[in-house]
């Protein structure tokens, strides 16, 4: 292990494995919790942390053994003297007590990491005089029985006595040994030590006399040995994987902690850089609006030739170009000024009750004028028994303005217009403009709802626009807590879709008894 922490990839992703990424994700983690440039300084910090676990394992057996020591006492009492049986109890006692009150400095003890080694080492020296401890629990009774006994005088009952007394001891032995298998595994130089002296002592008692059954019990002995020495290797690799996974969650949350903390900052300054642009939108809009008010005004005074006649045509043609200019310009400082307001959030709703169709209506007629000059028919499918609903008048009725206005604009000479105002399947109203005009890619829909953005049909086949009609539109449907929908099709057109909340609807017991507030209205603004 030592020699694989001398050669630590500089990125996971180079290793060839995820359980060899896993090791450098846990070195890593440990690494940098612990301060260090050196990776075995990592090592050992991982090594401190299974010594660790071996003290918890011991401290939890506080109690279970020395009742285990207590049984094998009493019982030895009945089969040797009760003083050897009483003072290999005490002395078993007095090394479990040693082990337990080195695990529990080593736990409490601040400064006991700084000398790990020397810790560790102590604990394989006390698990080994434990280890021989019990190595005497077989050797204790044997010489007494066997001169009591002697081979050559030993009856069948004496012989079925000892074969019994033979094989409970082995019982024990095991029972000792997969304790201490188990205690023992995050350090596998103590297990070794608290088990092989028993087994190498319960294998030479029964090799001393090598019966069939002393044979049996010495081979089995020495393979429950073996596999216990496996199952502590085993152990050991599941405490080292136990730590290996609880390193790479560590990893992983700081890693998301640190994309989140990433995200959070790359997000405050979006939303900073945003809030600047539409606060310097806003405010160049008004620093311009000024000089553009004279320049109206002015062009308009002599286009009318209200101070006298210009006689010249070339002027007035060129004041008409001023003018219209002028206009233009206008128009689209007032949609930014518009559009900033409502990204900065400072555009409020005025909200009242308001009858959406009559809007409609009232925008149909406004642009009645400018569809009649491209001979545009005007289709009206309005839903009957509408209730009203809670809305800003004027924001609802920039958004129908503006719906008709661009269906208007993409619609060619003769085509035809359908406005309609009707129920939503959840309760809420929907407004649909659409028009028979050259239709939208579908690819190009994304970038004709965001601000200045422009088809590649559109800019070929339509007068000259500012690209910031839908996405106004849209900003105001979500400030009512709606949605916008544009839907379109090449050589078949477009269908722009207002749809608004459920919650925003006057029923009709509020609306005819009045029931509606200003006080319903903040709620809603609320909720929204």
């Known amino acids: 292990?030592?020699?694989?922490?001398?050669?630590?990839?500089?990125?996971?992703?180079?290793?060839?494995?995820?359980?060899?990424?896993?090791?450098?994700?846990?070195?890593?983690?440990?690494?940098?919790?612990?301060?260090?440039?050196?990776?075995?300084?990592?090592?050992?910090?991982?090594?401190?942390?299974?010594?660790?676990?071996?003290?918890?394992?011991?401290?939890?057996?506080?109690?279970?053994?020395?009742?285990?020591?207590?049984?094998?006492?009493?019982?030895?009492?009945?089969?040797?003297?009760?003083?050897?049986?009483?003072?290999?109890?005490?002395?078993?006692?007095?090394?479990?007590?040693?082990?337990?009150?080195?695990?529990?400095?080593?736990?409490?003890?601040?400064?006991?990491?700084?000398?790990?080694?020397?810790?560790?080492?102590?604990?394989?020296?006390?698990?080994?005089?434990?280890?021989?401890?019990?190595?005497?629990?077989?050797?204790?009774f044997l010489p007494e029985i066997r001169m009591e006994f002697p081979s050559q005088f030993l009856t069948e009952q004496h012989a079925e006595s000892l074969a019994a007394m033979d094989i409970m001891r082995f019982a024990a032995v095991i029972v000792v040994m997969s304790v201490g298998t188990l205690l023992s595994s995050p350090i596998p130089a103590a297990a070794v030590a608290s088990t092989l002296p028993i087994a190498l002592a319960m294998a030479a008692v029964h090799i001393i006399q090598p019966d069939i059954l002393n044979v049996i019990i010495a081979l089995c002995t020495l393979g429950a040995e073996i596999f216990f020495l496996y199952l502590s290797s085993h152990l050991h690799y599941q405490h080292s994987q136990n730590l290996s996974f609880r390193a790479e969650k560590d990893a992983i949350f700081a890693e998301l902690e640190q994309s989140n903390a990433v995200s959070d900052e790359a997000r405050r300054r979006a939303e900073a850089a945003n809030m600047a642009k539409s606060q310097f939108l806003a405010t160049m809009s008004h620093e311009l609006r000024t000089p553009l008010n004279a320049i109206l005004g002015f062009s308009e005074v002599m286009r009318n030739e209200m101070l006298g006649p210009i006689n010249n045509a070339s002027y007035m043609e060129y004041l008409g170009d001023i003018h219209a200019s002028g206009q233009h310009l206008l128009k689209l400082i007032n949609e930014i000024l518009d559009l900033s307001r409502i990204e900065a959030g400072k555009r409020e709703l005025r909200e009242e009750l308001v009858d959406l169709v009559a809007i409609a209506t009232e925008a149909r007629g406004l642009l009645n004028l400018k569809a009649r000059q491209k001979s545009i028919e005007f289709v009206e499918v309005y839903e009957d028994?509408?209730?009203?609903?809670?809305?800003?008048?004027?924001?609802?009725?920039?958004?129908?303005?503006?719906?008709?206005?661009?269906?208007?604009?993409?619609?060619?000479?003769?085509?035809?217009?359908?406005?309609?105002?009707?129920?939503?399947?959840?309760?809420?109203?929907?407004?649909?403009?659409?028009?028979?005009?050259?239709?939208?890619?579908?690819?190009?829909?994304?970038?004709?709802l965001s601000?200045?953005?422009?088809?590649?049909?559109?800019?070929?086949?339509?007068?000259?626009?500012?690209?910031?009609?839908?996405?106004?539109?849209?900003?105001?449907?979500?400030?009512?807590?709606?949605?916008?929908?544009?839907?379109?099709?090449?050589?078949?057109?477009?269908?722009?879709?207002?749809?608004?909340?459920?919650?925003?609807?006057?029923?009709?017991?509020?609306?005819?008894?009045?029931?509606w507030t200003e006080d319903a209205a903040s709620s809603l603004r609320r909720s929204a």
Not at 34 to 62: C, I, T, W, Y
Not at 74 to 102: D, K, N, Q, S, Y
Request: hydrophobic share 45%; aromatic share 8%; charged share 20%.
């Open 1 to 140: 292990m030592a020699k694989g922490a001398k050669n630590i990839p500089d990125a996971p992703e180079e290793m060839p494995s995820r359980a060899a990424r896993r090791r450098v994700i846990m070195r890593s983690l440990l690494l940098n919790k612990k301060g260090k440039k050196d990776p075995r300084d990592a090592l050992v910090h991982f090594e401190q942390e299974m010594a660790d676990q071996f003290a918890k394992n011991r401290l939890s057996s506080s109690i279970v053994i020395p009742a285990l020591i207590l049984v094998m006492a009493f019982a030895l009492g009945f089969i040797i003297e009760p003083v050897i049986a009483v003072g290999w109890g005490a002395t078993m006692i007095l090394i479990h007590a040693l082990v337990i009150r080195a695990c529990r400095r080593f736990l409490t003890d601040p400064n006991a990491r700084a000398n790990f080694y020397r810790w560790k080492s102590r604990f394989i020296t006390r698990d080994l005089m434990y280890g021989i401890g019990w190595a005497t629990f077989p050797l204790l």
């Open 385 to 448: 028994k509408l209730s009203k609903m809670i809305l800003d008048e004027q924001a609802m009725r920039q958004v129908i303005l503006n719906l008709v206005s661009n269906a208007i604009k993409f619609t060619p000479t003769g085509g035809e217009i359908v406005i309609k105002v009707g129920k939503t399947q959840a309760g809420g109203q929907y407004i649909s403009v659409r028009d028979d005009g050259p239709g939208i890619p579908e690819d190009e829909i994304p970038i004709v």
């Open 451 to 515: 601000a200045f953005g422009q088809g590649s049909v559109s800019i070929k086949n339509a007068e000259q626009g500012t690209g910031l009609g839908i996405p106004i539109v849209q900003a105001l449907i979500h400030l009512h807590g709606g949605n916008f929908t544009l839907r379109s099709q090449l050589n078949v057109g477009t269908e722009a879709i207002a749809t608004l909340p459920a919650k925003r609807v006057v029923s009709p017991f509020h609306e005819e008894y009045g029931a």
